[in-house]
C-alpha cells in the first residue's frame, strides 16, 4: 500500500492538546516592536485555578529577540509570617482542599521555589556534584484550555521535578506555550465572519469592485493585529490552569514560540539548515484544507467512516484511427469522487487481469473533456500491480494530481499532474466552461447528471469508505500537488536514529525504541510551509516579482545586504515569502530555543544555555513520539551537535472508566478543572500516576480519585493525632528537638524497642525502593508504595501501638512516650517527604505544622518542596530484617485473633481471655509488647498470659475448652470459649434454629411422603427435594 502523504508528515500533535496546535505560524520574525506583550492569566475566568502574580513580561516595546531575558520575579510573601498564619490556624476539621491550594500555590511562586537555585546556589549545587535536572515542558496551545491530556502531563513532570529539587540538583522545568498556528487563525476568522469580513491579499484588495467589497477584505497587518488581541484577551487562562495543578514550573523563564528571542531562533534555525543545503523548496502532494487555504499536516487530518456512492461509469475506448473519437467499446471503471475526473491522465488495470489484457497500451476518453471538434482528451490504460482485481470493476481511475497513491503512480510513469482545483476547492478552467467555479461537490452532482445523459453512467450504489476531515474546520481535505518548502530529513532522521541506538538517549518504556528506529528508517522529507497569516513568516526574500530567485536570511535588513552582495542594485526591492512555518519546526526547537540559542551561543557557563542544555528529560505522550520528539532530537542534534535530551519518557493516554477514548458525544469526559474543584489536585494527581507503568494508557474513574481524596485525609487525620495528642503539651525544648534534620542512625536505632525499630525499618525500606524507582522513572509503583506503607504500617499499626507508648492508661509515659513522640514525627515527616512529589499541597501544609529544623541560608523559603529527600545520596538507610520478621509475627497473631472475634461474633467493645504459646525469643517479644497486644486485640489484661512452647501451660491451654488458633509453627493463640461465646444466648439461639430446621424439615419430608407428588412430579423437582431434605437434615444434626 503506497503512504497517503510522503511530503507533509508534519508532526503529531502534542499530547497535552485535544488537537494539534499544528499547522503554523508565524508573524513576520519582526515580532511587531510596536507591542506591548502581556502575560498575565485570565484566570478570574476560573473561579477554581490558581491565580498568576500580576506581573509584566518581557517582551517590551525595544525587544528585538536579541538577547536572552528572564521575567522579574513577583513581589515575594513574607516567609516567616506565612509560617505564623498556617501554623496558628491548627489542623482542624477534615481535608479541605479549597482552603489552602490556591494560597500554598501563590507563596511557593512569590518565594521563587520554582527556580532552580532556590533550594542551594549554583556554586553549592556544583560543590556538591549535583548536575542540574532539566525538564522542557511541551507547550499548550496558548489559547487552549486545561483537559486529561495537561494533567496527565502536569501530573508526571512535576514528581520528577519536586523528587530532584529535593534531592539537591538545581532543576529547571521550562513552562510555555505554542502560537498554534490553525487553531488561533481559526478563531480569528471566524470573528470576522460574524462582521462579514475575511482576509484579503493585497491583490484581492486592489482588484476590489468597490469600495464596499474592499472594507469587507482585512489586509495582513490588520489581521495580525487583530490576532494578538485574541491572543491577548485568551491567553494565559492555560498556564492558570497549570499553576491549580500545582507545576511547579520556573515560570520567570516562561516562554511563547512567538516571543521576539524564539522567532529569533526560528529565522537562524532555517537559515542554517538552508546554507546546510537541507531546506528546498518543491512541488509536491500535500493536504490541503480548503476552508482554512493552506496545507494541513497528517495530525490535524481525521478519517471518518462515512457513507458515500461507489459511482460506476465507462471510460470508452479511443479509435485508433482518429484521435479523439470513440469506440464501442468501453471499460467499466468505479471511483467514489466523480469531480476529479477532469483530473485523470490514465486508467490502469493489473496486468495479471485477463479481462482487460488485450486493451493495455491502448487509449480511453475522458468524459466530458471537449478538446474543439467534438473530440474528447484521451489517456493511455497502463498496468500495474497496485491494482486491486477484486475491487469495484478492476480498472482503476489515475489522477496524480488530486490522489496521494495516484500521484504515486503518477510519478513512477511520467503522467502529467493536473491540478483541476482551485484552493477554495471550487473548479479551475480546466474543467471546461460548464463546471468552472463550482463547488467540487456541486461539480459532482452536475458531471453525474451530464454523464447520464451522454449515456456513460452505469450505476451508482452506497458505499462506506474513509473520508479525510480537517481536524479545525472539519472540511473534507482535498489532497493537491503544491508548491511548499521543505526539509530534508534522511541524514537527520539517521543521526537521531543512532542517538537511541547509541545509547546518548533512553527511551521509557523500551518498547518504543523498535518504533523509533521503524519510523526514522524510513523517513520522508518534512512539508514546513503552511498558507497562513498567524505564525513564523518564512525568512524567505523574493528578487523583484520573481518566484525562483530568492534570498534566505534572518531579516530583512539581512536580506538587503545579501542582495547587494550578490550583484543586485541598493534600490533592489524584495518580496517576503508569504507562507509561515509549520508550527511544529518553532515547537522543534523548544529545548534549545527556550534556554538562549542561538542568542547565547559560544558564553560563559553561567548562562542558560551552558547550564541547562542539553537537557535531562523530555516526558510526553507516546502517540507524538514521531512527530514532535523525533523532529526534536533531529534538529538539535543538527543544530547544536548534541542531543536535546537524555532520556524520552512516554506516557499512555488518559482514558474513561472503561478504556475506551473519552468523549463529548459518550457523555464520559472528566474535566480536570471541575475535579480540582471538587477533589483536590493531590487527589487527581495521585489518580493519574499511580497504578500504571510507563507508556500504558490510564484509565481514569471518580472511585479511584474519591479514594485518593479518602487517602489525603487519611494523612490529614494522621497529622492531627500526632500534633494534636501526641505533641500536646511537651516543652518548647523538646518540641525543637524533634525536627528531622537527616536519617536516624544505627547507633539511636539499636536503642529502640521492636515496634520503633520495626517502623523504622519498613520507612527505611520505602526511602530506597522509592528512590530507586524515581530515579529508573518507575512513578506509578514508587507512589503505589508509600500509599500503601502510610495507610498499612503508620496509620494501623504504628499510630495504634505508640498510644501505649504515650499515654499512662496504657502504660506509657516518660522516656517511652518520648521515643514515640522522636518516632512518629520521624516516620511522618520521612513520608511527607516521599510523598510531597505526589500529592504537593497536602503534604507541604500538613509539614508546616511538624517540628522542622531551620531552612538554610541559600533556600528561597522555609518548604517541604525545598527539604531534602530522606535519601540524598546512596548512602544505605540502617535496618534490621530480624526485627522486621519479629514484628510481622506479633502483626499476624494480632491479625488471627481480630479474625477470630468477628468469626464468633464477639461484641465490639467486649475484651476477652487468651493464653498466647510461643517460644524463645518471640514469646520474650510478646511479653514485652504485651500492651500493645492488648489493646489491639482488646484482650482483658488480667486474663492474658504468654507461656513457652511445649510447657506445661501451653499443654493446659490446648485441654481447656478454647477456640485454637494457630499464627505459624510454634506461636499459636488459645481463646477460652466462655469469653467468645454467652452460653445462655447461644444456647437459645440454637434451640430456636434447631426448632426451625425440624419444621422445614417435617415440612418437606411430608411432602415426599406424598404419592401424588413423587409419581406426578418430574423427576428433576423430585431429586432436588431429595437433596434439600438431606442438607437440612445434615445442618440439623450439628446444631
Given at each position: 500500500m503506497l503512504a497517503f502523504n510522503h511530503h507533509c508528515q508534519t508532526a503529531l500533535a502534542f499530547t497535552i492538546r485535544r488537537s494539534s496546535s499544528s499547522a503554523a505560524f508565524l508573524v513576520n520574525n519582526s515580532v511587531k516592536n510596536t507591542r506591548q506583550i502581556t502575560t498575565t492569566a485570565t484566570s478570574r475566568l476560573f473561579s477554581s485555578v490558581t491565580e498568576p502574580p500580576k506581573t509584566t513580561t518581557t517582551t517590551t516595546a525595544d525587544d528585538d529577540g536579541s538577547t536572552y531575558k528572564l521575567k522579574p520575579r513577583p513581589t515575594p510573601t513574607n516567609d516567616s509570617q506565612y509560617d505564623l498564619t498556617n501554623l496558628s490556624n491548627g489542623i482542624q476539621g477534615s481535608y479541605d482542599p479549597t482552603l489552602f491550594e490556591s494560597q500554598l500555590y501563590q507563596w511557593w511562586e512569590q518565594a521563587g521555589c520554582f527556580e532552580p537555585d532556590s533550594k542551594q546556589s549554583a556554586d553549592t549545587a556544583?560543590?556538591?556534584?549535583?548536575?542540574?535536572?532539566?525538564?522542557?515542558?511541551?507547550?499548550?496551545?496558548?489559547t487552549g484550555r486545561l483537559h486529561m491530556g495537561h494533567a496527565i502531563f502536569v501530573a508526571l513532570q512535576?514528581?520528577?521535578?519536586?523528587?530532584?529539587?529535593?534531592?539537591?540538583?538545581?532543576?529547571?522545568?521550562?513552562?510555555?506555550?505554542?502560537?498554534?498556528?490553525?487553531?488561533?487563525?481559526?478563531?480569528?476568522?471566524?470573528?470576522?465572519?460574524?462582521?462579514?469580513?475575511?482576509?484579503?491579499?493585497?491583490?484581492e484588495i486592489a482588484n476590489a469592485s468597490s469600495e464596499e467589497e474592499r472594507e469587507k477584505l482585512?489586509?495582513?497587518?490588520?489581521?495580525?493585529?487583530?490576532?494578538?488581541?485574541?491572543?491577548?484577551?485568551?491567553?494565559?487562562?492555560?498556564?492558570?490552569?497549570?499553576?491549580?495543578?500545582?507545576?511547579?514550573?520556573?515560570?520567570?523563564?516562561?516562554?511563547?514560540?512567538?516571543?521576539?528571542?524564539?522567532?529569533?531562533?526560528?529565522?537562524?534555525?532555517?537559515?542554517?539548515?538552508?546554507?546546510?543545503?537541507?531546506?528546498?523548496?518543491?512541488?509536491?502532494?500535500?493536504?490541503?484544507?480548503?476552508?482554512?487555504?493552506?496545507?494541513?499536516?497528517?495530525?490535524?487530518?481525521?478519517?471518518?467512516?462515512?457513507?458515500?456512492?461507489?459511482?460506476?461509469?465507462?471510460?470508452?475506448?479511443?479509435?485508433?484511427?482518429?484521435?479523439?473519437?470513440?469506440?464501442?467499446?468501453?471499460?467499466?471503471?468505479?471511483?467514489?469522487?466523480?469531480?476529479?475526473?477532469?483530473?485523470?491522465?490514465?486508467?490502469?488495470?493489473?496486468?495479471?487481469?485477463?479481462?482487460?489484457?488485450?486493451?493495455?497500451?491502448?487509449?480511453?476518453?475522458?468524459?466530458?473533456?471537449?478538446?474543439?471538434?467534438?473530440?474528447?482528451?484521451?489517456?493511455?490504460?497502463?498496468?500495474?500491480?497496485?491494482?486491486?482485481?477484486?475491487?469495484?470493476?478492476?480498472?482503476l481511475k489515475i489522477t496524480p494530481g488530486h490522489d496521494p497513491n495516484d500521484y504515486e503512480l503518477g510519478k513512477k510513469y511520467d503522467l502529467e499532474i493536473m491540478n483541476v482545483m482551485n484552493k477554495d476547492a471550487t473548479m479551475n478552467e480546466k474543467c471546461g466552461e460548464p463546471y468552472v467555479g463550482l463547488?467540487?461537490?456541486?461539480?459532482?452532482?452536475?458531471?453525474?447528471?451530464?454523464?447520464?445523459?451522454?449515456?456513460?453512467?452505469?450505476?451508482?450504489?452506497?458505499?462506506?469508505?474513509?473520508?479525510?476531515?480537517?481536524?479545525?474546520?472539519?472540511?473534507?481535505?482535498?489532497?493537491?500537488?503544491?508548491?511548499?518548502?521543505?526539509?530534508?530529513?534522511?541524514?537527520?532522521?539517521?543521526?537521531?536514529?543512532?542517538?537511541?541506538k547509541d545509547g546518548d538517549i533512553t527511551i521509557v518504556p523500551s518498547r518504543f525504541e523498535k518504533v523509533w528506529y521503524g519510523w526514522l528508517t524510513d523517513i520522508r522529507d518534512w512539508c514546513i510551509s503552511r498558507q497562513l497569516w498567524w505564525g513564523h513568516r518564512i525568512p524567505v526574500w523574493y528578487v523583484d516579482e520573481s518566484e525562483e530567485e530568492y534570498i534566505v536570511a534572518r531579516n530583512a535588513e539581512e536580506a538587503k545586504e545579501k542582495a547587494i552582495e550578490a550583484g543586485h542594485s541598493a534600490d533592489i526591492v524584495l518580496r517576503q515569502e508569504d507562507d509561515v512555518l509549520d508550527t511544529w519546526f518553532s515547537s522543534g526547537l523548544w529545548p534549545f530555543a527556550t534556554v538562549g540559542w542561538p542568542q547565547d551561543e559560544g558564553k560563559d557557563a553561567s548562562t542558560d544555555l551552558a547550564r541547562f542544555y542539553p537537557g535531562t528529560c523530555l516526558e510526553t505522550g507516546y502517540d507524538i513520539l514521531f512527530f514532535w520528539v523525533a523532529r526534536m532530537v533531529m534538529l538539535g542534534i543538527e543544530l547544536t551537535d548534541v542531543s536535546p535530551f537524555k532520556v524520552i519518557y512516554l506516557h499512555g493516554l488518559v482514558r474513561a472508566a472503561d478504556g475506551t477514548k473519552m468523549s463529548k458525544t459518550k457523555g464520559n469526559v472528566v474535566d480536570p478543572l471541575d475535579t480540582v474543584s471538587e477533589y483536590g489536585a493531590d487527589s487527581l494527581r495521585y489518580s493519574l500516576v499511580t497504578g500504571v507503568t510507563p507508556g500504558q494508557d490510564i484509565p481514569l474513574n471518580m472511585d479511584k480519585i474519591a479514594a485518593n481524596k479518602a487517602f489525603a485525609n487519611k494523612l490529614w487525620n494522621c497529622c492531627k493525632f500526632v500534633t494534636g495528642n501526641?505533641?500536646?503539651?511537651?516543652?518548647?525544648?523538646?518540641?525543637?528537638?524533634?525536627?528531622?534534620?537527616?536519617?536516624?542512625?544505627?547507633?539511636?536505632?539499636?536503642?529502640?524497642?521492636?515496634?520503633?525499630?520495626?517502623?523504622?525499618?519498613?520507612?527505611?525500606?520505602?526511602?530506597?525502593?522509592?528512590?530507586?524507582?524515581?530515579?529508573?522513572?518507575?512513578?506509578?509503583?514508587?507512589?503505589?508504595?508509600i500509599y500503601e506503607f502510610l495507610w498499612d504500617q503508620y496509620a494501623d499499626w504504628y499510630i495504634e501501638i505508640s498510644k501505649t507508648r504515650l499515654y499512662e492508661g496504657f502504660g506509657g509515659g516518660g522516656e517511652e512516650a518520648k521515643t514515640a513522640r522522636r518516632v512518629l514525627v520521624y516516620i511522618?515527616?520521612?513520608?511527607?517527604?516521599?510523598?510531597?512529589?505526589?500529592?504537593?499541597?497536602?503534604?507541604?501544609?500538613?509539614?508546616?505544622?511538624?517540628?522542622?529544623?531551620?531552612?538554610?541560608?541559600?533556600?528561597?523559603?522555609?518548604?517541604?518542596?525545598?527539604?531534602?529527600?530522606?535519601?540524598?545520596?546512596?548512602?544505605?538507610?540502617?535496618?534490621?530484617?530480624?526485627?522486621?520478621?519479629?514484628?510481622?509475627?506479633?502483626?499476624?497473631?494480632?491479625?488471627?485473633?481480630?479474625?477470630?472475634?468477628?468469626?464468633?461474633?464477639?461484641?465490639?467493645?467486649?475484651?476477652?481471655?487468651?493464653?498466647?504459646?510461643?517460644?524463645?525469643?518471640?514469646?520474650?517479644m510478646i511479653e514485652t509488647e504485651i500492651n500493645s497486644l492488648i489493646m489491639l486485640a482488646k484482650l482483658d489484661p488480667d486474663q492474658v498470659s504468654v507461656v513457652e512452647a511445649g510447657s506445661d501451660e501451653a499443654k493446659a491451654a490446648a485441654a481447656g475448652d478454647s477456640a485454637q488458633l494457630v499464627v505459624q509453627e510454634g506461636v499459636e493463640a488459645y481463646l477460652p470459649m466462655a469469653g467468645l461465646v454467652d452460653i445462655e444466648k447461644e444456647k437459645q439461639r440454637l434451640e430456636k434454629q434447631s426448632a426451625k430446621l425440624a419444621k422445614e424439615i417435617e415440612k418437606l419430608a411430608g411432602r415426599l411422603q406424598s404419592k401424588g407428588f413423587v409419581d406426578k412430579a418430574p423427576p428433576a423437582v423430585v431429586d432436588k427435594a431429595k437433596a434439600e431434605l438431606a442438607e437440612l437434615e445434615d445442618q440439623a444434626s450439628k446444631v
Open positions: 556544583s560543590t556538591n556534584g549535583k548536575e542540574p535536572y532539566v525538564l522542557p515542558m511541551p507547550p499548550p496551545n496558548v512535576d514528581v520528577l521535578a519536586r523528587f530532584h529539587r529535593m534531592r539537591g540538583r538545581p532543576v529547571l522545568w521550562t513552562p510555555g506555550t505554542d502560537h498554534a498556528g490553525i487553531a488561533t487563525q481559526l478563531q480569528v476568522e471566524k470573528a470576522l465572519m460574524l462582521e462579514g469580513k475575511r482576509r484579503g491579499t493585497e491583490e482585512v489586509p495582513r497587518e490588520e489581521f495580525l493585529e487583530r490576532v494578538w488581541e485574541y491572543k491577548e484577551e485568551q491567553g494565559g487562562a492555560i498556564t492558570s490552569q497549570l499553576r491549580s495543578l500545582g507545576a511547579s514550573a520556573d515560570w520567570t523563564r516562561e516562554r511563547f514560540t512567538m516571543d521576539p528571542a524564539l522567532s529569533v531562533g526560528v529565522s537562524e534555525a532555517f537559515v542554517r539548515l538552508h546554507e546546510k543545503g537541507l531546506v528546498y523548496r518543491g512541488t509536491y502532494m500535500v493536504n490541503w484544507s480548503p476552508g482554512l487555504m493552506t496545507a494541513v499536516s497528517d495530525l490535524e487530518v481525521e478519517y471518518s467512516e462515512e457513507e458515500g456512492k461507489l459511482y460506476y461509469f465507462k471510460y470508452v475506448v479511443e479509435d485508433e484511427e482518429e484521435e479523439g473519437k470513440a469506440t464501442e467499446e468501453f471499460l467499466a471503471v468505479a471511483t467514489t469522487r466523480p469531480e476529479t475526473i477532469f483530473g485523470d491522465t490514465a486508467v490502469c488495470v493489473n496486468p495479471e487481469d485477463e479481462r482487460y489484457g488485450h486493451l493495455i497500451g491502448k487509449r480511453v476518453l475522458v468524459p466530458m473533456s471537449d478538446i474543439g471538434d467534438g473530440k474528447a482528451r484521451s489517456i493511455p490504460i497502463i498496468a500495474d500491480e497496485y491494482v486491486d482485481m477484486e475491487f469495484g470493476t478492476g480498472a463547488d467540487r461537490f456541486e461539480a459532482r452532482e452536475k458531471l453525474w447528471s451530464d454523464m447520464e445523459e451522454a449515456g456513460l453512467v452505469i450505476k451508482a450504489e452506497p458505499h462506506m469508505q474513509r473520508v479525510p476531515r480537517s481536524q479545525r474546520g472539519g472540511e473534507i481535505i482535498e489532497p493537491l500537488v503544491s508548491k511548499q518548502w521543505f526539509v530534508k530529513t534522511e541524514g537527520m532522521g539517521a543521526k537521531a536514529l543512532a542517538a537511541v501526641a505533641l500536646k503539651d511537651i516543652d518548647e525544648e523538646e518540641l525543637k528537638s524533634l525536627g528531622v534534620s537527616g536519617p536516624i542512625g544505627k547507633e539511636e536505632f539499636d536503642t529502640l524497642a521492636l515496634p520503633e525499630r520495626y517502623i523504622i525499618s519498613k520507612c527505611h525500606e520505602l526511602v530506597e525502593s522509592v528512590t530507586e524507582d524515581i530515579e529508573k522513572y518507575q512513578l506509578g509503583a514508587a507512589g503505589s508504595k511522618l515527616d520521612t513520608s511527607m517527604r516521599l510523598l510531597h512529589p505526589y500529592m504537593p499541597y497536602v503534604t507541604e501544609q500538613l509539614w508546616h505544622h511538624l517540628p522542622r529544623v531551620p531552612k538554610t541560608e541559600e533556600m528561597a523559603a522555609h518548604s517541604l518542596m525545598l527539604a531534602d529527600w530522606p535519601q540524598m545520596d546512596d548512602t544505605r538507610l540502617v535496618q534490621d530484617k530480624d526485627a522486621i520478621a519479629s514484628f510481622e509475627v506479633f502483626q499476624a497473631l494480632t491479625r488471627t485473633i481480630r479474625n477470630a472475634r468477628s468469626e464468633y461474633n464477639v461484641e465490639q467493645g467486649k475484651k476477652i481471655a487468651a493464653t498466647i504459646v510461643a517460644p524463645g525469643e518471640l514469646k520474650d
